[in-house]
């Protein structure tokens, strides 16, 4: 996979936002591998064991920025220092759970946060193609059986689901307004577009009230898993499956930017379906310890969906990108790396399943 791209990152000046997050640091290490000039901008990581931190990216990237995406003079400040070809826009509050106690903060952060980056978009000329990231979570949710396509409408419950709801409308809205595909090569040199995916997962991700870290934090404590949603249905997938789509997409969106501006699925096959069950059970027995316990109906319930899917045709049938992991081989990979970081050089870890997930 590190070929997979012909050279086309290498040389390239690209700005990822949420740089020291979980997939942002995946995403920067890739970008690395790739030969790209990385600059990313992000607040300070979580914890001391975030990927960020262990894999030690932000001492090899070319700049290692901490701003808050609220601040649009800012923004603007470092686009204009640093002229991106290529934007990333992953920064966010990224957890349903914690949008009921921060909705405001939520919505100031996913909404105008992704609109203040759009804005430093403008302020420039060197960006030529930026991908907006947003979650399978903005579509209005009807758990209906069948996945959803890139034009069903927005919406969500939660204020976390709603904001990045909102955030797809805004990004449609930049995009008709400043970057509309059609004044390609008249009006303005860029090409707009929104990702999609489903519930990522990986190694590194220390998250609170997310499914894989809970496991993890609760088998090293020696206390029982903890399940409040047992049989809730969620599209699992590696987190190398998204960031290939978005790599191979913004490839395209610079290649042929009047085709592939616009909002892509990139989400897991249905044979990665699975309840919350299923994958922590995969996951204990590969990691060949810890226990787990129903604890639905106990304490505060929120909303949460139970069933979720994407439809990914036209990431298929336009792209070419498909999703390569089984079920099994993703909470392989997942397992691999929290037993290996603690010994190990995290970065050479990440790397090596980058390039492991390539040969598929």
Partial sequence: MLSHFNEFYRGKTVLVTGHTGFKGSWLCIWLKELGARVIGIGLEPLTERDNFILSGIGGKIDADIRADI????????????????????????PLVRLSYE????????????????????????SVRAALMITTDKCYENKEQLTGYKENDPMGGYDPYSSSKGSCEIAIQSWRRSFFNPG??????????????????????????????????????????????????????????????GYLLLVKKMWESPREYSGG??????????????????KLVSELGTGTITDVSGAGEVFHEARLLQLDITKARTELGWSPRLTLDETISLVADWYKRYKEEDVYRICVEQITCFGRL
């Avoid at 991106?84 to 920064?91: D, Q, R, S």
């Avoid at 399940?227 to 987190?239: D, E, G, K, Y």
């Avoid at 897991?268 to 309840?275: C, E, F, R």
Wanted: charged share 25%; with cysteine; glycine share 6%.
């Fill in 70 to 93: 609220r601040d649009a003079e800012k923004l603007k400040e470092l686009f204009r220092l640093y002229r991106p070809e290529i934007v990333f826009h992953l920064a966010a509050q």
């Fill in 102 to 125: 921060i909705p405001v903060q939520t919505y100031e952060v996913n909404v105008m946060g992704t609109i203040h980056v759009m804005e430093a978009i403008r302020s420039v000329d």
């Fill in 183 to 244: 004044e390609y090569g008249v009006r303005h040199h860029m090409c707009l577009a929104s990702a999609r995916a489903g519930n990522v997962v990986g190694g590194g991700d220390w998250a609170k009230d997310r499914i894989i870290p809970d496991c993890i934090r609760s088998v090293e404590a020696g206390r029982p898993i903890e399940l409040r949603s047992p049989q809730a249905i969620r599209p699992w997938q590696h987190v190398l499956e998204a960031l290939s």
């Fill in 264 to 281: 892509w699925n990139f989400g897991p096959t249905t044979a990665t379906v699975a309840t919350v069950l299923d994958i922590t059970s």
